[in-house]
């Protein structure tokens, strides 16, 4: 007798009836929506020490890479609107990390700039991306293969949002 836990597939693997494509474990969506819960989860004792949230922890990654950014740029860079990276970046500032400033071109855009500890911090969050690495049991070629896959898929994915909703 079957357990209803397990869709009907083919011998290779994928599902053989309509109703067994829903299946929980069979969902993309599913997969990577506990894989982010899961990451999530690995990085908040990773970045206790640095007093930053995993959503300040991009934030900064993207400072590091490019200082004195506009928010516009941030919220590209990390798909966030101004309404979700408005209150990280007031945090940062009032953590000492980060600086808002009027561009002196344009007073309707706000720069963003890392603070002499902002710049500090980054010296202590090289270990970070070591310790994911060690957690995900992956070989570094298989981590990059597979940033490089998911990437696609996003960009895939936006994609097609854009043209349906054309």
């Given at each position: ?22 299946a ?7 997969a990577?929506?506990s ?18 949230t ?21 919220g ?17 500032e ?42 995900s049991?992956?070989a ?6 597979l940033?490089?896959?998911l ?16």
């Open positions: 007798m079957r357990s209803t836990n397990a869709p009907d597939t083919t011998p290779d693997g994928p599902p053989a009836t309509a109703d067994a494509w829903l929980l474990d069979l969902q993309l969506c599913f990577l929506y894989s982010s819960l899961a990451m999530t989860k690995l990085y908040k004792p990773l970045l206790d020490p640095l007093g930053l995993y959503p300040q922890y991009l934030v900064m990654l993207v400072l590091w890479e490019t200082d004195d950014v506009s928010v516009g740029e941030l590209h860079r990390l798909s966030l609107d101004s309404g979700t990276l408005t209150p990280l970046l007031k945090r940062l009032a953590s000492g990390y980060v600086t808002r400033v009027r561009d002196r071109q344009d007073e309707r855009r706000v720069r963003v700039q890392l603070t002499p500890p902002g710049r500090a911090l980054k010296a202590q969050a090289h270990a970070v991306p070591q310790a994911v690495a060690c957690a049991g992956c570094l070629d298989e981590l990059v293969t940033t490089q896959r990437k696609q898929l996003r960009d895939n994915l936006a994609q097609h949002a854009e043209r349906a909703a054309a």
